[in-house]
């Protein structure tokens, strides 16, 4: 028998770490999500005004805009698997104490910890995929990743409408928290930072890995000097900010401006609200898949920013488009579409992270996920404000077409031959 018919197919080790992340990310959104959806009843409850509600949403998302660097330094120096480990067990436990919360105070508090804890999600996986899988692969499967999670918030909007009716939103927390400990104690017995290391996998495997791209150096001291000199490094910080800027809107108060600025019922805002974060799954995966297709075929520099230069001009459009109708159901549609469409230029960053970053890709993408979050953060507040000073609702969406159309001009900066490694 030829050596060639005697040699091993290659394992599957690689999909399974994928279907690892793609739980993680579910589990991730749920426990973000759920706080959006019950936001009236805890108002009501806690006696909170839109600006303190507005505070309460954005302080999550600043801790964790803050600790994204360091989270994505130990996943690059310890490695993943103690690092996802560690930031389940932590937000599990903080999702279960916001059902705790007695005032504006504790709840604040609780938000904060809760966002310390989880950053460094993305860029922990960052550093999982820089491992596992073939570089042809990471634009897809960040959009893969990333859609689960929208997917998972939208199901979570009529799934907290529902444990609602029938407990409090308190016990609703303590459930929610309960799922990521389960995830945790599976990851740390299952997952290997070295395929190599892996029981499951064979050399197979692994030489498909290395033939592929994956990174399998050893990690160097951090380029501080050339990621602060990067173009493209800043692009993407400055594009990232834009984008989620956004998306935290209908993380945040969309069921809420469904309920008063449009007059549904919190059945219909409940399911309506989901529809941005269908739009946002469709729109990542297909923004991921387009980007390696086309850098495949134009190059790296062309193919990731297509998606990006497409979807978000026509996101900021889309925008305008619900500020100016008058029909109710035609604001949620146009909004799902805008969230859609600036989807497109999510997963094409993410590769782009990897491709420049190299062995220190978790902090390069920590980095631009920094400065997405702190854009994030900054968008409860504007609503709240609004909400509460001029008793606007179109103020803060124009601020998202704006944003969308900064966005769409720093790809025209990001460039993934410009390696920082």
């Given at each position: 028998?030829?050596?060639?018919?005697?040699r091993?197919?290659?394992?599957?080790?690689?999909?399974?770490?994928?279907?690892?992340?793609?739980?993680?990310v579910?589990?991730?959104?749920l426990d973000?999500v759920?706080?959006?959806t019950?936001?009236?009843?805890?108002r009501a409850?806690?006696?909170?005004?839109?600006?303190g509600m507005?505070?309460?949403?954005s302080?999550?998302?600043?801790?964790y805009a803050?600790?994204?660097v360091?989270?994505?330094?130990m996943?690059?120096r310890?490695?993943?698997?103690?690092?996802?480990?560690?930031i389940?067990?932590w937000?599990s436990?903080?999702?279960?104490a916001?059902?705790?919360?007695v005032?504006?105070?504790?709840?604040?508090?609780?938000?904060?910890?809760?966002?310390l804890?989880e950053?460094?999600?993305?860029?922990?996986m960052?550093r999982?995929?820089a491992?596992?899988?073939p570089?042809?692969?990471?634009?897809r499967?960040f959009?893969?990743?990333?859609?689960?999670g929208?997917f998972a918030?939208a199901?979570?909007?009529p799934?907290?409408?529902?444990?609602?009716?029938v407990?409090?939103w308190?016990?609703?927390?303590?459930l929610?928290?309960?799922v990521?400990l389960?995830w945790?104690?599976?990851?740390?017995?299952w997952?290997?930072d070295?395929?190599?290391?892996h029981?499951?996998?064979?050399?197979?495997e692994?030489?498909?890995l290395?033939?592929?791209?994956?990174e399998?150096?050893?990690r160097?001291a951090l380029p501080w000097?050339?990621?602060?000199?990067?173009r493209?490094l800043l692009?993407l910080?400055?594009?990232?900010?834009g984008?989620?800027?956004?998306?935290y809107?209908?993380l945040t108060?969309?069921?809420?401006?469904?309920?008063?600025?449009?007059?549904?019922?919190?059945?219909?805002a409940?399911?309506?609200?989901a529809?941005?974060?269908?739009a946002?799954?469709?729109?990542?995966l297909?923004g991921?898949?387009?980007?390696?297709?086309?850098?495949?075929?134009?190059?790296?520099r062309?193919?990731?920013?297509?998606?990006g230069?497409?979807?978000?001009p026509l996101a900021?459009?889309?925008?305008a488009?619900a500020?100016?109708?008058?029909?109710?159901?035609h604001?949620?549609?146009?909004?799902?579409?805008?969230?859609?469409l600036?989807?497109?230029?999510?997963a094409?960053?993410?590769?782009?992270c990897?491709?420049?970053?190299?062995?220190?890709?978790?902090?390069?993408?920590?980095?631009?996920?920094?400065f997405?979050?702190?854009?994030?953060?900054?968008s409860?507040?504007?609503?709240?404000?609004?909400?509460e000073?001029?008793?606007?609702?179109?103020?803060?969406l124009?601020?998202?077409?704006?944003?969308?159309l900064?966005?769409?001009?720093?790809?025209?900066a990001i460039?993934?031959?410009?390696?920082?490694?």
């Amino acid at each position: 028998m030829e050596a060639a018919e005697r040699r091993e197919p290659p394992t599957r080790v690689r999909h399974g770490v994928v279907g690892f992340l793609l739980a993680l990310v579910a589990v991730a959104y749920l426990d973000r999500v759920c706080i959006a959806t019950a936001a009236p009843a805890m108002r009501a409850e806690l006696g909170l005004s839109d600006a303190g509600m507005g505070l309460v949403f954005s302080a999550f998302t600043f801790a964790y805009a803050l600790f994204e660097v360091p989270s994505g330094w130990m996943a690059d120096r310890f490695g993943a698997r103690i690092t996802l480990t560690r930031i389940v067990v932590w937000w599990s436990l903080m999702t279960a104490a916001t059902g705790m919360a007695v005032g504006f105070a504790s709840l604040l508090a609780v938000r904060l910890l809760f966002g310390l804890g989880e950053a460094g999600t993305f860029p922990s996986m960052a550093r999982v995929y820089a491992r596992w899988l073939p570089g042809a692969e990471r634009g897809r499967m960040f959009g893969l990743a990333i859609m689960t999670g929208a997917f998972a918030g939208a199901v979570t909007q009529p799934l907290v409408v529902v444990l609602l009716t029938v407990t409090t939103w308190r016990h609703t927390f303590a459930l929610f928290g309960m799922v990521g400990l389960v995830w945790a104690v599976a990851w740390w017995r299952w997952f290997r930072d070295d395929p190599a290391e892996h029981p499951g996998t064979n050399e197979a495997e692994c030489a498909l890995l290395r033939a592929g791209g994956a990174e399998s150096r050893e990690r160097r001291a951090l380029p501080w000097r050339r990621m602060l000199a990067s173009r493209t490094l800043l692009a993407l910080c400055t594009m990232y900010a834009g984008a989620i800027y956004g998306w935290y809107f209908y993380l945040t108060w969309l069921p809420t401006y469904l309920l008063r600025a449009r007059g549904f019922d919190l059945a219909h805002a409940g399911a309506l609200a989901a529809l941005p974060l269908l739009a946002i799954g469709v729109g990542v995966l297909a923004g991921g898949w387009a980007s390696d297709a086309l850098a495949r075929r134009l190059g790296a520099r062309a193919g990731r920013r297509i998606p990006g230069l497409v979807g978000f001009p026509l996101a900021a459009a889309a925008i305008a488009g619900a500020i100016g109708t008058d029909v109710p159901l035609h604001a949620a549609l146009f909004l799902a579409a805008a969230a859609g469409l600036a989807a497109l230029g999510v997963a094409p960053a993410w590769a782009v992270c990897l491709e420049i970053g190299g062995v220190n890709s978790g902090v390069v993408s920590g980095a631009m996920n920094t400065f997405g979050n702190l854009g994030g953060a900054a968008s409860p507040i504007v609503v709240g404000l609004s909400l509460e000073r001029w008793h606007s609702w179109e103020a803060p969406l124009w601020s998202v077409a704006a944003c969308y159309l900064v966005a769409a001009l720093a790809w025209l900066a990001i460039d993934p031959r410009r390696l920082i490694d």
